[in-house]
């Protein structure tokens, strides 16, 4: 899989809006950028995810770099349910079974 | 609908026993995973099941862990001879079939494991 970077941790605001950013220099161009969540104590969660085109979808946006070598998944109003570590994973053919989940991005949101 | 069940929830074991752990997929998927995450640590890959086909044990630590799928539907993760280093939360997820680049993976709520 090619490498993500994503920030160790961020805070947010509560019912502010949040960008959780991506780096991903090294993409390929048939390389998926997908989200996932996984919140205290759960399982991950599927976010959203995309290959060139902003996507959007009821729990979130991903906005994604023209040259496609950075992403943001926006969370348009957080609340204190969405505070949760957040992975960029990308997925292409030759990834094999396996979700990458990397270490992640721990949003904290406080009222 | 249902999501991916897992039991039991919580597991204690002495060092030394065989456990056994169970994963209930989604209704209709034919892809199945396993993972572990230990605690503080990223989530590690283990066994995967697509339909009929062998399943891809690359990911299992050692010899003492196996897995089966029965009818395609529930799995089983079994661990013998238990060790402390055994002691993480199991996650189980499943996908209504490989597609690679673009398949969801739904997890289900995990087992969280406990070698003593």
């Known amino acids: 899989d090619a490498k993500t970077t994503q920030p160790n941790s961020m805070e947010s605001n509560e019912e502010e809006p949040v960008h959780l950013p991506c780096n991903h220099s090294t993409i390929s161009g048939t390389d998926y950028i997908h989200w996932y969540r996984q919140l205290p104590s759960q399982g991950p969660e599927y976010v959203i995810h995309g290959l060139t085109s902003n996507v959007n979808n009821r729990m979130a946006s991903l906005a994604i770099a023209e040259d496609r070598k950075s992403s943001t998944l926006i969370l348009h109003r957080a609340t204190l349910r969405d505070a949760a570590v957040y992975y960029c994973?990308?997925?292409?053919?030759?990834?094999?079974?396996?979700?990458?989940f990397g270490k992640g991005t721990s949003l904290l949101v406080t009222p | 609908g249902a999501g991916v069940s897992q039991s039991p929830s919580n597991k204690v074991t002495e060092k030394g026993k065989d456990v056994e752990l169970r994963c209930d997929p989604i209704?209709?998927?034919?892809?199945l995973y396993w993972y572990r995450q230990s605690l503080g640590q990223g989530l590690e890959f283990l066994i995967y099941?697509?339909?009929?086909?062998?399943?891809?044990k690359s990911g299992l630590p050692s010899d003492r862990f196996s897995a089966e799928r029965t009818g395609g539907s529930v799995s089983t993760l079994t661990i013998q001879r238990t060790q402390q280093e055994d002691s993480a939360v199991y996650l189980c997820?499943?996908?209504?079939?490989?597609?690679?680049?673009?398949?969801?993976?739904?997890f289900g709520p995990g087992t969280r494991l406990l070698v003593l």
């Open positions: 209704s209709g998927h034919t892809a």
């Open positions: 994973i990308l997925r292409d053919e030759d990834s094999g079974y396996a979700l990458n």
């Open positions: 997820a499943s996908s209504l079939e490989y597609t690679g680049t673009k398949e969801t993976q739904y």
């Open positions: 099941f697509q339909g009929n086909s062998a399943p891809d």
